[in-house]
């Protein structure tokens, strides 16, 4: 079966700009996470969201927002773009299910590679 | 704190095992231990998961500690496309992963 497909895999923005990133999980899973990687801070959760509902969100400014649509589809977005915010983008997914929660399997895309200048 | 702590970086020659160490000291009861490797340019790829007791899967063994405060995963035969990070996840809330710093594994042929 598919795996999990982020688009764009490149861009590049201007500092003040802002950005989408959509993420596509794969069938049948209705939990989707967003990731930040930079080589500074490496991996950093972003929020989570389960059945179009943010289940959970890490330590980003307000900047840094999602959703998810009724058939599991991702998107996330940053407004106002500072340079700080360069970084392979990764998206995740995983059935979700509650009563196994941490037992549950996590696929991740290949990411979006996001440069500000 | 859900970190675990892992070597910064670990050799093997190609075709022998590798035997990956974590610490989990502070694990309860109902974290499961998620093993992702990640190579360059790439998203983390998911490697093995186990609650208790050892799992094998085509790709790796997992052999955790009885008192589940350590685990070990094995590579079997070390091939150079197994260059990589590899992170070790307490996972206790389920899509909302923990990463540490991982280990870099450096395969030499």
């Known amino acids: 079966k598919a795996g999990v497909t982020q688009t764009p895999r490149y861009l590049i923005k201007t500092r003040g700009q802002q950005v989408t990133l959509s993420c596509s999980p794969i069938s049948g899973h209705r939990s989707v996470s967003w990731y930040q990687q930079t080589p500074g801070q490496g991996l950093q959760f972003l929020f989570e969201?389960?059945?179009?509902?943010?289940?959970n969100k890490g330590n980003f400014p307000g900047r840094f927002s999602g959703r998810q649509f009724s058939n599991s589809r991702s998107e996330m977005n940053v407004s106002t773009l500072e340079l700080g915010d360069s970084a392979l983008y990764l998206c995740a997914s995983c059935r979700g299910d509650v009563e196994s929660f941490s037992g549950n399997t996590i696929y991740f895309g290949e990411g979006s590679w996001l440069t500000v200048v | 704190d859900a970190k675990t702590t892992q070597p910064n970086s670990m050799e093997s020659n190609e075709e022998e095992p590798v035997h990956l160490p974590c610490n989990h000291s502070t694990i309860s009861g109902t974290d499961y231990i998620h093993w992702y490797r990640q190579l360059p340019s790439q998203g983390p790829e998911y490697v093995i998961h186990g609650l208790t007791s050892n799992v094998n899967n085509r790709m790796a063994s997992l052999a955790i500690a009885e008192d589940r405060k350590s685990s070990t995963l094995i590579l079997h035969r070390a091939t150079l496309r197994d260059a990589a990070v590899y992170y070790c996840?307490?996972?206790?809330?389920?899509?909302?992963?923990?990463f540490g710093g991982g280990t870099r594994l450096m395969v030499k042929p």
């Open positions: 996840i307490r996972n206790n809330a389920g899509n909302m992963l923990t």
């Open positions: 969201y389960f059945s179009e509902t943010q289940r």
